[in-house]
């Protein structure tokens, strides 16, 4: 495995498997990699010929009160899981060699980039999108790798590719969970064991509405109102939203005629955590 740490040795060391028609797979992560994470490593080894992982905190993602500064970072233990997984370059560049300090170039996703996580993180998806294009330019792979859990975040690289007609297929794994139904998450690592039995609400919300959609439910309203009312239980858990929205386009849906996502964010002591789940065939 090859650790490359500027833009130009990563665009060297693809260009040298491209060269002998290899398909590339990226799997773009922050790092604090966990079985999800390795989910869509395995996912991209089946698909490619060379695994690419970026490993990068990408701070344009994050707002000025967020968590950037103590977002969780275990590089050596996450090289030593893809080494393990058979990928073939970690890509792990500074801040400053994806961004200068003159940087004035964004790349936003009109309409979807303020929905979902989009309202309460203004901004958010902007920086994602950025990251991911850049990510897209310096890497060229034939296929990337993206978890379910960010749903949103999916939506909005699957119109970025499709609008800017980038020659990459995208690629979504499904949320791996715990047992008992977390979704796996880097952020879980800042829950204390009472926070952490508290998370589960996020998970019982969507299987409350999945439940009542499978009985005949329709109605988004009625499947929203039973779905926040797991919350009234977990007075420490404080919800973002609840939505049920289109797949694709993120707008809000009504009633339920075709493929729907119910998506919920809520913060959890100080941890905002993010779980999803599609309704419909």
């Not at 969780?72 to 890509?91: A, K, N």
């Not at 980039?113 to 897209?136: D, I, N």
């Not at 792979?141 to 995208?170: E, H, S, W, Y």
Request: glycine share 6%; charged share 25%; proline share 5%.
């Amino acid at each position: 495995m090859k650790t490359a740490r500027t833009i130009q040795e990563a665009r060297e060391l693809c260009r040298a498997h491209r060269a002998r028609q290899a398909r590339i797979g990226l799997v773009p992560t922050m790092g604090a990699l966990h079985e999800g994470h390795l989910a869509l490593v395995r996912a991209a080894r089946g698909k490619a010929d060379v695994v690419v992982v970026s490993i990068f905190v990408n701070p344009t993602q994050f707002g000025p009160n967020e968590d950037f500064a103590k977002y969780p970072r275990s590089f050596e233990r996450d090289c030593e899981l893809l080494e393990r997984e058979g990928v073939d370059i970690v890509f792990a560049p500074s801040v400053d060699e994806m961004y200068s300090s003159e940087n004035a170039t964004w790349v936003k996703v009109q309409g979807l980039s303020e929905r979902l996580c989009g309202k309460s993180r203004p901004g958010h998806f902007h920086g994602v999108a950025t990251v991911v294009s850049k990510l897209f330019h310096i890497i060229e792979p034939d296929f990337a790798f993206f978890g379910q859990k960010d749903a949103a975040q999916v939506a909005i690289i699957r119109r970025m590719v499709r609008d800017l007609n980038l020659p990459v297929t995208i690629e979504v794994c499904p949320i791996v969970r715990e047992a008992d139904g977390l979704a796996l998450s880097s952020r879980n690592a800042y829950l204390s064991p009472a926070e952490r039995n508290s998370a589960l609400v996020l998970y019982r919300s969507l299987q409350r509405a999945k439940t009542m959609f499978d009985a005949g439910e329709r109605s988004s309203e009625k499947l929203i109102s039973a779905a926040k009312k797991e919350f009234a239980d977990e007075p420490s858990v404080r919800l973002d939203y609840f939505e049920i929205v289109d797949p694709d386009t993120l707008e809000t849906q009504s009633v339920i005629t075709q493929r729907t996502l119910a998506a919920v964010a809520a913060f959890v002591g100080t941890t905002r955590l993010i779980d999803n789940i599609l309704l419909g065939p």
